[in-house]
């Protein structure tokens, strides 16, 4: 097993919950985060892979809080570990919390992708 120690690839997007991803009731649905979380898990990994990355093979996702409308949401995909067999994404989603300046976590997540080529190796 190979582990990322130095410097981790890690990228953030910010995401405005819109009417068009929100509910009647104003809150954002859980599926279109899954989906946007999804899709941001692969950013740190791309440079590994000469095609496409492959398809999620294991992931849990758990989300504690509800976003509503016009929410500002900060998307965190960090890669932290990399196995022979396969790549770990961590993604955490926070918003931040008006009246005591910190951040709210409103889901997390861990991806797992096949790593079915070699990493492409950078020459320093």
Do not use: W
Request: charged share 25%; with cysteine; aromatic share 8%.
């Amino acid at each position: 097993m190979n582990t990322l120690t130095q410097n981790k690839i890690q990228t953030n997007i910010q995401f405005l919950v819109t009417k068009k991803v929100a509910n009647s009731n104003g809150f954002l649905h859980p599926h279109v985060l899954f989906d946007k979380i999804q899709l941001v898990a692969t950013y740190p990994i791309r440079e590994f892979y000469t095609h496409e990355v492959p398809a999620i093979v294991d992931y849990t996702f758990k989300m504690t809080k509800s976003a509503r409308l016009h929410d500002k949401l900060t998307i965190q995909a960090q890669l932290i570990q990399q196995h022979d067999k396969k790549l770990i994404v961590r993604i955490l989603v926070t918003k931040p919390k008006k009246k005591a300046g910190t951040e709210e976590v409103i889901c997390s997540a861990v991806f797992g992708f096949p790593l079915k080529e070699k990493p492409i190796r950078k020459v320093s």
